[in-house]
């Protein structure tokens, strides 16, 4: 079966610390796909990043960046010098190869960046 | 220009009436989702839609009848509605492509309210 671990439930930084989001997963699939998304107070939720099991570069975008470790079944989200913007819920998400498979998600981590 | 869309954004309904929610996607998408999204704001999937066609059917309960007239739409219809169906409900597509799997784009989401 498939799981994602947010084991993170709340995290509170002040601005301009880094903060690093983790995500645990579990499938038995050798092909698979790893998403992060933002879900800001306004409700929406925003595609940040896909990973697929075969490339585990990591990845950078902007202030954003994105730890992908198959050895450790992590795929962890650091943000850099954090912004009061960044005050949000942060899924990460997991899916098999196939159309059927559904995409299962985390329970978040809620960040709260303070001025 | 709106990716995906979500109507009503708000409905506030009393037990036992029947209610649709519509969405519609300009993305070009061959794949429509519904998901639910409960006040601790875990996320799951309930339905899923390719080129009309029902691929993911989760366990529903049967008041929840999905519609799609045509692959830019995807309708969800509740009947009978309960207090326990209150929550966001999010309308998301994306591409499918044989065995690679893209990320999916989600509408602002409908805040269904039982009383």
């Known amino acids: 079966a498939q799981k994602v671990t947010q084991a993170q439930t709340e995290i509170s930084v002040v601005e301009k610390e880094d903060v690093t989001l983790d995500c645990v997963y579990e499938?038995?699939?050798?092909?698979?796909?790893l998403f992060w998304y933002k879900q800001p107070p306004s409700g929406e939720l925003v595609f940040l990043i896909r990973r697929n099991s075969f490339d585990e570069q990591n990845e950078i975008s902007g202030r954003y960046s994105w730890n992908f470790q198959k050895s450790t079944s992590s795929f962890n989200f650091t943000i850099t010098a954090s912004q009061v913007v960044d005050s949000a819920v942060y899924f990460c998400?997991?899916?098999?190869?196939?159309?059927?498979?559904?995409?299962?998600f985390g329970t978040g981590t809620r960040l709260q960046v303070f001025p | 220009d709106t990716a995906v869309s979500q109507t009503p954004k708000y409905l506030v309904t009393q037990m036992g009436n029947d209610k649709s929610i519509k969405c519609e996607q300009n993305?070009?998408?061959?794949?429509m989702y519904w998901y639910k999204q409960d006040s601790k704001k875990f996320l799951k999937i309930m339905f899923s839609y390719n080129n009309k066609e029902l691929i993911i059917n989760e366990t529903v309960p049967n008041r929840f009848s999905p519609k799609s007239p045509d692959k830019a739409h995807l309708n969800l219809h509740i009947n009978s509605l309960e207090l326990g169906d209150s929550a966001v409900y999010f309308c998301?597509?994306?591409?499918?492509?044989?065995?690679?799997?893209?990320?999916?784009?989600f509408g602002p989401g409908t805040r269904l309210t039982v009383t």
């Open positions: 998400a997991l899916s098999g190869p196939d159309n059927t498979d559904k995409l299962i």
């Open positions: 993305l070009g998408h061959d794949t």
């Open positions: 998301a597509s994306s591409l499918s492509l044989g065995q690679f799997r893209y990320e999916q784009y």
């Open positions: 499938t038995r699939d050798t092909t698979y796909y």
